[in-house]
């Protein structure tokens, strides 16, 4: 029998606002579209919102990457949880209901989606066993998410990149002080052929990885001797080819904090 509420698949929303417009995004985004346009739906069971600020955005790499287009762009970051098994009832309703928003000037212009794709949860590693589970883990309120994403290399499958990150990654980086408390790894699903046309689609998915590790500590700490080798110990394994890796912090609902602190 499986847990009576148990992650199954998510929302990962990365969008920029236009410069001079970013105050009034983030008003309307935490005032508005956060719980209208999802947190209201049936079986959309938590979400959260991350911001990366200028300094967050320097650590970002490589910089190159099919991410983002830009290293600087994708200031904001928002992340619903959906219960497992009603993925269709929870994305049917969700288009619906954002070309309803649109009908009725509910939107936002003067923002781009960077990057807006569903996953499904694919497994995940806490520190301790007795610790949060994923399923809590936007509730809690963690200082900050660190975001590794990858390909498979050929030949490789994500039930190795599981075994790497759980036998000889995780160990070591959650011994540290900068290491992860928990640690989500999500394949990328289809959007509906009627999803909006703004957001762009995916390419390699069927390769594609998206891990969101949750740090009770600020992102940035010991950079240099953590997440700043992640790509290297990624690739030092040959199972796949890193992407990118981006560091994000908390928002503070209610607030315009941070929105001077972008670019």
Same mark, same amino acid.
């Given at each position: 029998? %499986?847990?009576? !509420?148990?992650? *199954?698949?998510?929302?990962?929303?990365?969008?920029?606002?236009?410069?001079? #417009?970013?105050?009034?995004?983030?008003?309307?985004?935490?005032?508005? &579209?956060?719980?209208?346009?999802?947190?209201?739906?049936?079986?959309?069971? =938590?979400?959260?919102?991350?911001?990366?600020?200028? $300094?967050?955005?320097?650590?970002?790499?490589?910089?190159?990457?099919?991410?983002?287009?830009?290293? #600087?762009?994708?200031?904001?970051?928002?992340?619903?949880?959906?219960?497992?098994?009603?993925?269709?009832?929870?994305?049917?309703?969700?288009? $619906?209901?954002?070309?309803?928003? &649109?009908?009725?000037?509910?939107?936002?212009?003067?923002?781009?989606? !960077?990057?807006?794709?569903?996953?499904?949860?694919?497994?995940?590693?806490?520190?301790?066993?007795? *610790?949060?589970?994923?399923?809590?883990?936007?509730?809690?309120?963690?200082?900050?998410? !660190?975001?590794?994403?990858?390909?498979?290399?050929? %030949? &490789?499958? &994500?039930?190795?990149?599981?075994?790497?990150?759980?036998?000889?990654?995780?160990?070591?980086?959650?011994? @540290?002080?900068?290491?992860?408390?928990?640690?989500?790894?999500?394949?990328?699903?289809?959007?509906?052929?009627?999803?909006?046309?703004?957001?762009?689609?995916?390419?390699? =998915?069927?390769?594609?990885?998206?891990?969101?590790?949750?740090?009770?500590?600020?992102? @940035?700490?010991?950079? $240099?001797?953590?997440? *700043?080798?992640?790509? =290297?110990?990624?690739?030092?394994?040959?199972?796949?080819? #890193?992407?990118?890796?981006?560091?994000?912090?908390?928002?503070?609902?209610?607030? $315009?904090?941070?929105?001077? @602190?972008?670019?």
């Amino acid at each position: 029998m %499986g847990k009576p !509420i148990e992650l *199954g698949t998510l929302l990962f929303t990365m969008v920029e606002p236009h410069k001079g #417009h970013e105050v009034e995004y983030n008003r309307w985004y935490e005032t508005d &579209h956060f719980y209208g346009g999802c947190m209201v739906a049936q079986y959309n069971f =938590a979400g959260d919102r991350f911001v990366a600020t200028r $300094d967050l955005k320097e650590l970002r790499y490589p910089k190159e990457s099919p991410m983002t287009p830009d290293p #600087h762009v994708g200031s904001y970051l928002a992340i619903y949880w959906v219960l497992k098994g009603f993925h269709d009832e929870w994305n049917r309703w969700s288009v $619906d209901m954002v070309h309803q928003l &649109h009908s009725t000037g509910r939107m936002f212009a003067q923002r781009d989606h !960077i990057h807006t794709v569903l996953y499904e949860k694919a497994w995940s590693i806490q520190k301790d066993e007795r *610790g949060t589970p994923v399923e809590q883990a936007l509730d809690r309120n963690y200082d900050g998410i !660190i975001v590794n994403v990858g390909e498979l290399n050929e %030949g &490789h499958t &994500h039930a190795e990149l599981e075994a790497w990150t759980r036998d000889t990654w995780a160990p070591r980086a959650m011994s @540290k002080k900068w290491g992860p408390d928990l640690i989500l790894n999500a394949l990328p699903l289809p959007l509906l052929d009627d999803a909006p046309a703004e957001i762009p689609r995916m390419k390699n =998915a069927d390769r594609r990885f998206l891990q969101i590790h949750f740090v009770d500590h600020d992102p @940035k700490k010991k950079w $240099d001797k953590g997440y *700043g080798n992640f790509g =290297a110990d990624l690739e030092a394994s040959g199972i796949g080819t #890193h992407l990118w890796t981006s560091p994000f912090k908390q928002t503070l609902f209610g607030t $315009d904090k941070y929105t001077d @602190k972008l670019w």
